[in-house]
Structures are given as structure tokens and as C-alpha cells.
């Protein structure tokens, strides 16, 4: 489980982020002011801090470059105030690894969180998609984004490459519904899972032979999604 430091000193948002981040299976600590703060980053080691600007003692500039000084890189998210472009510029600066401006949206906050706490545990040489692959009679070419099945084009749209694209890379492991909502529609959209099932759906039914017994793009009930390049062989 995740462990994610909240410092921020309004309290209604402080428990409304706990109570979001607690029901999405996080392990949430929390901390009221910049002092507190910093002894729980330096003592509890967690996986991201969600830190605000303006608190009492020591505000979120100070503890984020004090934690950055001493060589402390744990993932870390600024909230800022709306339209205030100076302190953005600054806490990136400083150190910060992302922002979210006040008020803010809890989709994007929560996207943004999991990109950051992804990055941190991938920050193994992300792997490249091939150029190109083969599954079964349907031939993908990344580069020219070009697909042909029995020698004939196959029409994808941009957000199916992108997806085929995007397990590619990862083939053989499994990817989970909100790693390609992130990856493959971005911070912007807000779209559902329900989005990526669809288009694993309409992906299935153009590349399978039998999409309802799918031999490539494969559920793993409960997590997502993978592709077996080789093909999951047929029952019975």
C-alpha cells in the first residue's frame, strides 16, 4: 500500500483529500503545519507528499527546498493558488515534481498523484514499443501508424494505436485501466475506465478472430489489461 503525506492547513480540505485518498486504498498520514510536516517526511518515509504553500511555521517553498537540500526526493505535488503563475514557476524550481491549482479537481489531483507515484516506482528505463507487431493475421506498424490484416488496411483511430501502442511496450504485463487513462488520453480529458474498456472492445473486434474468447488483448479480472504477442492458446 501507497503511504501519501498530506500538509495543508485548512482542515475541510485537508479531510476531504484524506477521505478520497483513504477510499482509494492509500495509506494517508497528515500533517497541519510546515514543521510537522517536514518531521513526518524525514521520519515516515512516504511514497509522495501532497504539500500546500501557505501554512504556519514553515510554508511549503521552505520545507519542499530544505527536503530537496538534504538529498530527500520522495515524489512531490504542490497545491497552489488559483492564477498564481509565480509560485509555480518557483516550486518546480525548487524542486517540486508536479502542481495542482486551487480549487482544484479530485479526477485530475488523483491522476496526477498516481502518475507521480508510477514514475517513482518505473523509474527503471521505461521501455520502448517496438516498431512493429504481429498478432495473428494483423500486422501493426507503430512508426507509420499503419495496420493491415490479411494484407488489407485496418482502419484504428489515434486512441486505439495509442493503446496498442502503449501495451506494446508493456507486453506480457499487465497494465491497469487508470495507467492508460493517464498514459494514453492524459491529465486533460477525465474520461472513465469505462472509456478504455470500450476501446479494448472495439479493438477486440477488429483483431480477434473470436472476440469474445480473445487470444491477444487479454482481461486480467480486477486489474486491466495485457498483450500476449504469442497468443493465449485456445481452450478445448
Known amino acids: 500500500m501507497k503511504r501519501i503525506l498530506i500538509i495543508e492547513d ?7 483529500l484524506k477521505d ?10 497528515t500533517a497541519t503545519d510546515g514543521e510537522s510536516g517536514y518531521q513526518a517526511a524525514v521520519e515516515k518515509s512516504p511514497d509522495l507528499i501532497v504539500l500546500d504553500i501557505m501554512l504556519p511555521k514553515m510554508d511549503g517553498f521552505a520545507l519542499c527546498k530544505k527536503l530537496r537540500d ?3 526526493m520522495i515524489p ?11 509560485d509555480k514557476v518557483r516550486g518546480l524550481d525548487i524542486g517540486a515534481d ?33 516498431d512493429s507487431i504481429r498478432m495473428g493475421d494483423v500486422l ?30 508493456r507486453a506480457g504485463d499487465v497494465v491497469t485501466r487508470d495507467e492508460l487513462l493517464d498514459e494514453v488520453w492524459g491529465y486533460e480529458k477525465f474520461p472513465t475506465t ?21 487470444r ?21
Request: hydrophobic fraction near 35%; charged fraction near 30%; avoid cysteine.
Open 216 to 236: 491477444y488483448l487479454l482481461t486480467v479480472h480486477g486489474v486491466g489489461y495485457k498483450l500476449a504477442l504469442n497468443g493465449e492458446k485456445k481452450k478445448g
Open 70 to 72: 538534504e538529498g530527500n
Open 98 to 130: 508536479d502542481y495542482v491549482t486551487k480549487p482544484f479537481s479530485l479526477p485530475e489531483l488523483l491522476a496526477r498523484i498516481r502518475a507521480l507515484l508510477r514514475r517513482r516506482t518505473e523509474e527503471k528505463t521505461e521501455k520502448e514499443p517496438p
Open 194 to 214: 469505462r472509456t478504455v474498456d470500450n476501446h479494448i472492445a472495439q479493438l477486440r473486434s477488429k483483431i480477434e478472430e473470436d472476440p469474445a474468447g480473445p
Open 20 to 29: 478520497v485518498l483513504v477510499f482509494k486504498s492509500y495509506d494517508v498520514l
Open 140 to 169: 501493426l506498424d507503430f512508426k507509420k501508424y499503419e495496420a493491415v490484416k490479411r494484407g488489407q488496411p485496418l482502419s484504428l483511430s489515434p486512441k486505439e494505436f495509442g493503446v496498442l501502442r502503449y501495451l506494446a511496450a
Open 10 to 16: 485548512d482542515v475541510s480540505i485537508l479531510n476531504v
Open 76 to 86: 512531490l505535488l504542490m497545491l497552489t493558488a488559483k492564477g498564481e503563475e509565480p
